[in-house]
């Protein structure tokens, strides 16, 4: 599996996958069709998980915790699992952290929109925080298993692909918005797809399992490849998506966070 992610799932096929998006699925399905669902996707995965952990962010709120404080701590989480992870700490204080840090991803967001403080600085932090944590878990993929360079790598070639979309779609907004506001507006969560969390929640998955299978001794790799290609799935779907939206024009529907 790893060799057919290295040899078939690169950045042209990516690529192919946007215009499918952007040019063949505009022929068969009306603009009203196509955001509908991306919108229903949207709302369902936001609505549910906010509704399933209610009682849990109904204590942030009523303690005052603000959501920009809930991403630093995550921030603060990956980085504790960051330096136990290269100087051989335990693997039980590598497992709070890192789950600790994952949770703060959920739940900063929850938490903003329970408050309604959604802010685009939150955003931002929000996006650092994805970041860091993405690229620790990665290098600790490859330092323990290189085995799985392949399908890491067809993911971060997925990845980097949406990103460069988001990019774009600020800019195309820009030029009706002001290009401040179109970034401001997309740092708040205006645009934003569920299918890029759940991407990242199955990648984060995997990579945790072959850490943590390694340290144990435990064949996890089977299991790890297919939330990898859970994850890579997603990215199949987002690009779609956001071929979709730059056909189109700006998606207005959100998940925030």
Do not use: W
């Not at 630093?72 to 504790?80: D, I, S």
């Amino acid at each position: 599996m790893n060799n057919i992610f290295q040899h078939m799932i690169t950045a042209p096929f990516f690529i192919g996958v946007f215009g499918i998006g952007f040019f063949i699925l505009p022929f068969f399905f009306s603009k009203n069709i196509l955001f509908s669902l991306i919108g229903a996707v949207n709302s369902f995965e936001t609505s549910r998980r906010d509704s399933f952990f209610q009682p849990i962010v109904a204590v942030f709120v009523r303690f005052g915790i603000h959501p920009n404080a809930v991403t630093l701590g995550g921030a603060v989480f990956t980085a504790l699992f960051a330096i136990g992870l290269f100087t051989g700490a335990r693997p039980l204080f590598l497992f709070m952290a890192v789950v600790c840090a994952a949770l703060s991803d959920m739940f900063d967001g929850m938490v903003a929109r329970a408050s309604d403080k959604i802010t685009s600085f939150g955003g931002m932090l929000d996006g650092a925080r994805d970041l860091f944590l993405f690229l620790v878990v990665t290098a600790g993929v490859i330092m323990r298993s290189p085995a799985e360079a392949g399908i890491i790598t067809s993911f971060i070639v997925g990845a980097i692909t949406i990103e460069i979309l988001k990019g774009y779609e600020i800019v195309l907004r820009g030029f009706g918005v002001g290009f401040m506001k179109a970034a401001k507006d997309r740092l708040g969560g205006y645009g934003k797809l569920s299918f890029d969390r759940i991407k990242f929640f199955f990648y984060l998955t995997g990579c945790v399992m072959l850490i943590f299978g390694d340290m144990a001794g435990i064949g996890f790799v089977d299991v790890a490849r297919v939330f990898f290609s859970l994850a890579i799935f997603f990215v199949i779907v987002s690009l779609l998506s956001h071929g979709v939206i730059m056909r189109f024009g700006s998606f207005g529907g959100s998940a925030e966070k």
